[in-house]
């Protein structure tokens, strides 16, 4: 128990990420001192963690106690090791405990079955690196000293360069003699180029050189680019006999001395044919697993620098954005925001990140922004709506906050990203517009009424004739189903229904008694100079006016005036008044008649529907006959 204790890679890390302690077997894996690594912040030791990850997996183990994940570690030589990373939390002493075990990736090709398969499957493009850039040399010496150990085959890899890789088990004959001596090493040379000329991936070949020693080699690819090659040599079959005068005479032309020559002659190994293709199964075999492991290091360095330009490229482009950004994982625990989010909540990443709504946000405001964020998990429906919130100075804001979820690699759920939209200022300034607005059309409105008035006070007829065809209007409008917006139009235009009468002379507009053809005919144009009056406008409220004096006499069967039209021909704001004006008109007294009683006023209503009168506003007239008459009392005569 007390050697595990030892050889356990234990770490402890408070909830700042400070590294409080750790045991002499974790210091030795993450080469570092002991002294050095307490103190330490866990992200200064290269772990494959971002801050917002670590405050992540930190708030989970607080809610479960403990925890499990994998990542990697990046070691001084720059090589990336998979580590297993398990922990528990200490209530107590708010810290967590970690357990740090060498792991393996998740999901490892093998191409070791097929070695063509790296060359279908990687990239064609030439790499700009060597072979001792993209490989992890001193594993791979580890593991050949190995290998020599117990087979005693020796081995050499060898970049396109000539740069010694790794090596073990070179023969003195070789190293000593044969490649110091210029002339021998001219043999060594030819024998380098003979036996790895044009060789393709997944074979070896053999060549005797002329210092008659065997050599065999294999190819290391990288894509469709030949690296280096995996050397075997120099060596002897064993069914073959030595010519020792060949080598005699060899150490007198290349002047070597002969004693020590010969003696480094019998330590040259012999090896079985099964022996010798054993080996070079075994190191093609190698040759591609090196490929496939370089490349696989060539893409972690690729994808870790697109990575990293990715997040810089995200994180300056969130910052340039003016208004706040935030996102959260699906536990609604925030995992960043921007710059602009950061100033407007008045937190450091550290006093949010890893938190939830409910730790930087009162109870109130958290509940709704909590409820929000459930139904969008829930519907994954993209979410706009208004709020206010309250500024981190305390101010009162109006905010659109637009929410969408974001999904992992699966297409599940894996949080939600927002954006809060300041709108305080545009509200202010659409409550400003809109007030401006309503003055305006309140200006409009007395403006017109007044007119109608001077109109039909100039005609002796009842000053509040306009005000009450205006009620009737506005009201039959909306039963009709016109919107509030046309509705209120129609209220505001139907006053100047007789505008046009300002062009009648007095003796015919006054008559008290019956007017002649002629005089009629003249009363007639009113509708057109009323039309003729307005039509120049540019105003909506003007020419709906317009539209109402042309057509309020058209009749619905066709026998009206100016133009005749019949039916839906005639415009429903002037179908509307047209009955508002002729209720209010025989209903009220004027200066060539009495008023009609009610009971006939409702009779001529019935006798003219589908004659002078729309059916569908007869009905609708009829059907709301108590609040007509509420607005004819309302707005009587007496009461002006």
């Known amino acids: 128990m007390e050697q595990n204790t030892i050889n356990d890679k234990i770490m402890m890390v408070n909830a700042q990420g400070i590294v409080l302690g750790a045991s002499a077997a974790c210091a030795e894996f993450l080469e570092q001192k002991l002294e050095q690594l307490n103190g330490i912040y866990i992200l200064d030791l290269n772990f494959g963690l971002t801050l917002t990850q670590f405050l992540a997996y930190f708030e989970k183990i607080k809610k479960d106690h403990h925890f499990a ?159 280096g090659h995996i050397y075997l040599g120099q060596f002897f079959y064993t069914d073959e006999s030595i010519d020792y005068d060949y080598f005699q005479n060899q150490a007198r032309e290349f002047g070597f001395d002969e ?63 003016p208004s706040p950004i935030f996102y959260k994982n699906k536990d609604l625990v925030y995992l960043g925001g921007n710059k602009t989010f950061e100033e407007a909540i008045g937190l450091a990443p550290s006093d949010y990140i890893g938190k939830t709504v409910f730790d930087i946000s009162s109870r109130e405001l958290a509940e709704a922004y909590h409820q929000a964020d459930v139904e969008l998990l829930k519907t994954k429906k993209p979410q706009v709506y208004d709020f206010q919130i309250v500024s981190s100075t305390g101010k009162n804001k109006s905010v659109i906050f637009n929410k969408a979820i974001f999904t992992d690699q699966a297409g599940e759920v894996a949080g939600i990203i927002g954006v809060i939209q300041d709108i305080t200022e545009m509200k202010q300034a659409q409550e400003y517009l809109q007030k401006v607005n309503e003055e305006i059309i309140d200006t409009q409105k007395e403006v017109i009424y007044t007119l109608g008035e001077i109109i039909e006070t100039r005609s002796q007829e009842a000053a509040k004739h306009v005000v009450r065809v205006a009620e009737y209007s506005h009201l039959i409008g909306l039963k009709y189903g016109l919107n509030q917006e046309d509705a209120m139009l129609l209220k505001i235009a139907a006053p100047m229904h007789d505008i046009g009468k300002i062009g009648i002379p007095d003796h015919i507009l006054n008559k008290p008694g019956p007017l002649t053809r002629e005089e009629f005919d003249c009363i007639k144009t009113h509708t057109t100079i009323g039309y003729n009056i307005m039509k120049k406008s540019s105003h909506k409220i003007l020419k709906i006016a317009g539209i109402i004096a042309l057509s309020h006499h058209e009749r619905w069967d066709g026998t009206g005036y100016p133009q005749g039209i019949a039916g839906e021909q005639i415009n429903v704001f002037s179908r509307i008044v047209s009955v508002a004006d002729v209720f209010d008109a025989v209903s009220h007294k004027r200066c060539y008649k009495e008023a009609w009683p009610l009971d006939q006023v409702r009779h001529y209503l019935v006798e003219q529907c589908g004659k002078m009168f729309d059916p569908r506003v007869i009905t609708l007239f009829l059907d709301n006959w108590e609040e007509i008459l509420m607005i004819r009392s309302e707005y009587s005569d007496a009461s002006s």
Request: aromatic residues 12%; proline residues 3%.
């Open 69 to 227: 994940f994998k990542t990697y570690f990046t070691n001084q030589a720059n090589h990336m090791i998979h580590i297993d990373v398990r922990g528990i939390y200490v209530d107590s002493q708010e810290l967590v405990l970690l357990n740090i075990s060498a792991g393996v990736p998740e999901e490892t090709k093998n191409y070791f079955s097929d070695p063509k398969k790296l060359l279908m499957e990687f990239p064609t493009t030439a790499v700009e690196l060597s072979l001792g850039d993209v490989m992890d040399a001193t594993l791979f010496q580890n593991i050949m000293d190995y290998f020599y150990e117990l087979t005693g085959i020796p081995v050499g890899i060898i970049d396109m360069n000539g740069n010694i890789i790794v090596k073990e088990g070179w023969q003195d004959i070789c190293v000593n003699f044969h490649r110091l001596n210029p002339a021998s090493c001219k043999n060594c040379l030819e024998s380098d180029f003979e036996i790895t000329k044009g060789i393709e991936v997944g074979e070896y070949r053999s060549y005797k050189c002329k210092n008659n020693l065997w050599d065999i080699a294999t190819p290391i690819y990288l894509g469709n680019q030949r690296m």
């Open 259 to 321: 004693e020590a020559y010969m003696a480094a002659l019998e330590r040259v190994p012999r090896f079985s044919h099964r022996q010798v293709e054993t080996a070079m199964k075994f190191y093609t075999k190698m040759a591609s697993y090196i490929s496939q492991l370089s490349f696989t290091n060539i893409k972690i360095h690729q994808t870790m620098i697109e990575l990293y330009n990715v997040m810089n490229f995200q994180n300056a482009l969130m910052d340039a954005v």
